[in-house]
């Protein structure tokens, strides 16, 4: 029986219960880097600031999401979570991440390029990608794309319910702010605090609910778990 989104969420809440903290540190962190190729507009020419700005970007954001993967799965499954594991995709499996990233970046835009819908379906079957890399270190690139695209039979639909309630939840922080726009001008030195709080709760707690779908989703494949 699958296990109800709801659930899920109040799973991940309660595994990161003691160490939001830590959480939050480690995905401020983790944004910052992401953004950080922005600054090669100080030292790269204009002409090759977007050609550097995106080798940059993927080089880091490949391994990146692979620590974060790694991070949220530990708190997920209640081991021991510890900062620097954000920095465990460049240690290891570094060029897969990168390939798989690039991929998965690819599908994607070419499932958006048939609609919204097409697209979110595209992303649903291959997200599980990151998660199975990290637990088959061993496998390759396109092994981990289809081993995600066969474990998401039956469970696209729920992924993509799961990814509507937290987008909610994100529209919800920036309220105030809608509010502060529409007339009510007070509501910009609330809706700030706001957005900046919900954004940094919400970040560890979606992909930590993600990592609790992913062992539901993998539970239900006993080849797999």
């Not at 002409?47 to 993927?58: C, G, H, K, P, Q």
């Not at 991070?71 to 920095?87: G, N």
């Amino acid at each position: 029986m699958k296990t109800p989104n709801t659930q899920l969420m109040k799973q991940a809440a309660d595994a990161l219960s003691g160490r939001w903290t830590l959480a939050i540190c480690t995905f401020f962190v983790y944004s910052l880097i992401a953004a950080s190729s922005s600054g090669l507009e100080r030292i790269a020419p204009q002409n090759l600031y977007y050609a550097w700005m995106a080798v940059v970007y993927i080089c880091l954001a490949g391994p990146l999401f692979l620590g974060v993967t790694t991070f949220s799965l530990a708190i997920a499954r209640k081991e021991e979570a510890k900062f620097c594991m954000l920095f465990s995709g460049f240690k290891q499996n570094y060029w897969k991440s990168v390939g798989l990233y690039i991929v998965m970046i690819l599908l994607t835009f070419l499932g958006l390029l048939f609609f919204i819908i097409p697209g979110f379906i595209v992303i649903a079957m291959i997200w599980q990608s990151f998660f199975i890399l990290r637990d088959n270190p061993q496998i390759g690139v396109w092994q981990a794309i289809k081993q995600s695209r066969k474990m998401m039979i039956g469970f696209k639909a729920k992924y993509i319910g799961l990814v509507l309630m937290f987008a909610g939840l994100i529209l919800l922080c920036f309220a105030p702010l809608l509010l502060a726009f529409a007339g009510i001008p007070l509501m910009l030195f609330v809706g700030i605090p706001i957005m900046i709080i919900g954004i940094l709760l919400l970040m560890p707690y979606l992909q930590v609910t993600l990592a609790k779908f992913y062992e539901d989703v993998k539970a239900h494949n006993t080849d797999m778990a």
